[in-house]
């Protein structure tokens, strides 16, 4: 009894420690995006589909940064993107959940600003598959960006964020991986584990890793 209760105290602790040094953890730079090659334009329109079946094969660093920039990359010297935005607002920001952690993607800088220091796969969707993905991203609307929102904003909101995950869908048919974007989520559970601001509203998610063979 006593000998479970010293194991217990010591696993307690070691868990504590990792969770801190974990959130204590700088930023993590990605590799420059590659913004060249891939398949033609119209193969992968020809082939993209949604897929709710992964494998648990991680993605490299280097596929993480090229799906982040197809996605909603910069693309212009002006700071302008690879995804439309109204008014170049760029509203909507990029959260990107790993087995490692939880982070936010800072596309000016391309790197990952860490945000929990735990797997929230599962949390980003209602669905059992989400869990699986080597990450899933989730779309947030700042909404301090664009004055507070409310009426057409909200409807442009939604129009940009389609926009952002419809580059995903064609980049994972170039690439080979499986991908599908996602409504269904228990937004305040996800939202304060991601530490939202009341002005940041959760829009979609979106599961993304190799398909399961």
Known sequence: MRTELVRSIILTAIMVTFASVASAAGPIKLPEPRTDGGKPL?????????????????????????LLWAGFGVSRADGRRTAPSARNSQEICIYVATP?????????????????????????GT??????????????????????????????????????FENVYLFCASEGLATVARAGIDRDALA??????????????????????
């Open 127 to 164: 669905q059992p598959y989400v869990g699986d993905a080597a990450v899933n991203l989730i779309y947030v609307a700042d909404y301090s960006k664009i004055g507070g929102g409310g009426g057409m904003w909200d409807m442009l909101v939604g129009a940009d964020t389609g926009a952002i």
């Open 192 to 213: 304060r584990e991601l530490k939202l601001k009341s002005d940041q509203k959760i829009v979609m998610a979106q599961s993304v890793g190799y398909p399961k063979k």
């Open 42 to 66: 119209m193969q992968v329109l020809k082939s993209r589909v949604s897929m709710r079946s992964f494998s648990d094969e991680k993605l490299s660093p280097q596929m993480l940064s090229d």
């Open 100 to 124: 490692d952690g939880a982070f936010l993607w800072d596309a000016q800088k391309n790197q990952l600003e860490p945000v929990a220091a735990k797997d929230l796969r599962a949390m980003t």
